[in-house]
């Protein structure tokens, strides 16, 4: 089932948590709302499923207004960060719960019930947990458990805020790879909450980023990562380097250095700011060599795959912080020391608008 | 050999002791003299002392009316506590504190002004009168009276408990389709109920004991409005020492009774509800 949301604004006070938020959710995919804490998408989750109301706009489920039903008239499953799950009820009393509060006539019988909450059960891999009661589960059964029982009334689409907020950094990472094959069997129109990034690409099949109450760009994983459309996402998405410079012919005016980059875009002697991701930055030790700015090595961490180099910036563009990213093979033949003066030159800019 | 199990905290043995000892001599003590003392009756006398009509009349009327107010206590207790703890309004703080008062107030005030309330002539007794409802000089007035000495007790056990109750669950709930009436008594009710159920057990023992706010209102007519407490007291002012002594001990006997079967009650609703695991 599709889900729409028009021109939606709201407000806490003075705090607009949402500004004209206006989205389309396809049927059957796995949306991740992404952005940093307070940005608002917990809030536009919770109007989804009606557990908030918006100051104005509308709510569209199925291409049916919905701004007005309560959530229990809804059909949507929602699972919550601290899972939710009623402690005095055993597993199966949890899972069987939204099918025993149906009224007398929709109403399962007992037996059908316990059929389709082992069937759930097994389907989060959990069956031989029915006995149990939540404080003996860990987490990820906990979040697991809390899926099952949304899933147990069949909702029309599944709302997750922050699954996998609460759990260690192994578990969140087992469950959302099992979150998504879980989306592949059942091809429920899914909407999930995250901050964390690396989690919203990974799992979703399109990326919602939103910053202070607005959509900032809307793409699969691919489209966000790769084209950027704001500076906020751009950041957002991963490390980042960035000069502040003026546009001049063919190339940026950093400080005293030149970065060489055609933008079309741009006329001469805009002011601009371009970002660098840390592995497009070239690390120049040859002085016989032109271009790249300045900066001073501070440190050096070579554990791991890569290496990382921390650096300080010189001249026009000092004490900012650059970091750079560099194969074992290329940290070896550079043969850094901390202290040592260097230059930065990037492989690759994506400018914006100063 | 086995080495005795290292304790973390310091002063068991001396903080046990001296438990043990407060304990005997302000409650064990005092609790076995009045056995004691009864054991001067003979066993056909003591069961003469208390099954005489008026005495079993007394029996009636103060575990009756204890047990009901205690109940009438748990349900606006819990409305009270409720209230307290989920809305804001003015004057919030002002009922809050108002809800100890019942702890605070000389018993015999609050009888007195009880009375006076609703004496056929008072406030709200003139105005019940004509709609021939007598409250004051009567069984209800004990009730009214036990009532309100009770009430602190369920608002402040079921409260925390309340502020602690995640409104996640019921937004759980409602989102799983429940009604509210549901949410409440299949979500919310047995979250509540161990507490509740100490809450009624205090507010229950705090109305079988009560002496100073009944005895103004109760009118204290024969085989209709007499406490048991008040039948001890009429023992004493006859210098019936053992007779005095032989009702408490009945008293004695039920309390313990009724709080052992309340506390099983509750340890059972802990367990159903898994708290303790």
């Known amino acids: 089932m599709s889900i729409q949301v028009q021109n939606i604004h709201k407000a806490f006070g003075d705090f607009v948590a949402l500004g004209d938020v206006s989205l389309d959710f396809p049927t059957g995919e796995l949306v991740a709302l992404l952005g940093p804490s307070g940005c608002g998408k917990t809030t536009l989750l919770r109007i989804i499923a009606g557990l908030e109301s918006a100051d104005s706009g509308r709510v569209l489920l199925d291409g049916e207004d919905a701004s007005d039903t309560h959530v229990r008239e809804r059909h949507v499953g929602f699972v919550f960060q601290h899972y939710a799950l009623f402690r005095h009820m055993n597993v199966f009393d949890n899972v069987a719960f939204g099918l025993r509060m149906k009224p ?19 389907l989060v891999q959990l069956d031989w947990l029915a006995d149990r009661f939540p404080a003996q589960l860990s987490g990820g059964q906990r979040q697991r458990i809390a899926l099952a029982r949304a899933l147990a009334v069949e909702p029309r689409v599944l709302l997750l805020d922050e699954p996998f907020g609460a759990l260690d ?8 790879r099992w979150l998504r094959r879980l989306h592949d069997e059942l091809h429920i129109t899914s909407i999930f909450v995250t901050h964390d990034q690396e989690e919203a690409l990974e799992v979703a099949d399109r990326v919602v980023l939103m910053d202070h109450g607005r959509v900032e760009q809307i793409g699969t994983p691919e489209e966000v990562y790769r084209q950027p459309a704001t500076p906020f996402v751009y950041g957002f998405l991963g490390a980042v380097n960035h000069f502040s410079g003026r546009l001049e012919g063919e190339g940026i005016r950093v400080g005293d250095a030149l970065l060489r980059h055609v933008a079309p875009e741009f006329k001469h002697g805009d002011d601009v700011i371009a970002f660098a991701r840390p592995h497009e930055l070239e690390v120049l030790t040859d002085d016989s060599v032109a271009g790249g700015v300045p900066a001073r090595v501070a440190r050096i961490l070579s554990f791991g795959v890569t290496a990382r180099v921390e650096l300080e910036g010189l001249n026009g563009t000092g004490n900012q912080h650059f970091e750079v990213e560099l194969s074992s093979e290329q940290a070896e033949r550079l043969a850094l020391r901390e202290g040592q003066t260097v230059r930065l030159n990037p492989s690759r800019l994506r400018v914006f608008a100063r | ?130 709609l021939d409802i007598k409250i004051a000089f009567g069984p209800p007035g004990v009730l009214v009276a036990l009532i309100f000495i009770g009430l602190p007790f369920v608002v402040r056990t079921v409260q925390p408990i309340l502020e602690d109750l995640d409104t996640e669950l019921e ?21 509540l109920l161990p507490a509740l159920l100490t809450g009624f057990a205090l507010a229950f023992a705090r109305a079988v004991g009560e002496y100073g706010s009944v005895i103004f209102i109760a009118g204290n007519i024969p085989m209709v409005s007499e406490i048991t407490p008040l039948m001890i007291i009429t023992k004493l002012e006859q210098y019936d020492y053992a007779g005095a002594t032989a009702i408490a001990v009945v008293m004695l006997v ?20 898994g708290r303790n695991r």
């Open chain 1, 104 to 122: 007398r006539r929709e109403r399962p019988s007992e037996q059908d019930i316990a059929g389709k909450v082992h069937d759930l059960l097994k």
């Open chain 1, 169 to 176: 950094a192994k578990v969140r990472k087992e469950l959302r």
């Open chain 2, 1 to 130: 050999m086995s080495r005795p199990a290292a304790r973390v905290l310091p002063g068991f043995n001396l903080t046990l002791g001296y438990t043990l000892f407060y304990l005997s001599i302000i409650v064990l003590v005092p609790l076995s003299a009045v056995f004691i003392k009864t054991a001067s009756l003979g066993l056909s006398q003591f069961w003469d002392v208390v099954t005489t009509p008026r005495v079993l009349a007394s029996y009636r009327l103060s575990f009756g009316a204890s047990l009901l107010a205690a109940a009438i206590n748990a349900v606006f207790g819990l409305m009270l506590a409720w209230v307290l703890v989920r809305y804001r309004f003015p004057g919030k703080k002002l009922i809050d504190a108002l809800v100890d008062l019942p702890f605070a107030l000389p018993t015999a005030v609050a009888g007195i002004a009880l009375t006076a309330l609703y004496a056929p002539n008072g406030w709200l007794g003139s105005l019940l009168a004509p």
């Open chain 2, 171 to 191: 937004e759980a709930s409602a989102s799983l389709g429940a009604q509210r009436w549901q949410t409440f008594r299949h979500v919310i009710l047995p979250i």
């Open chain 2, 254 to 273: 039920f309390s313990f009774l009724l709080l052992l079967a309340i506390n099983g009650l509750q340890a059972w609703t802990e367990k159903a509800t």
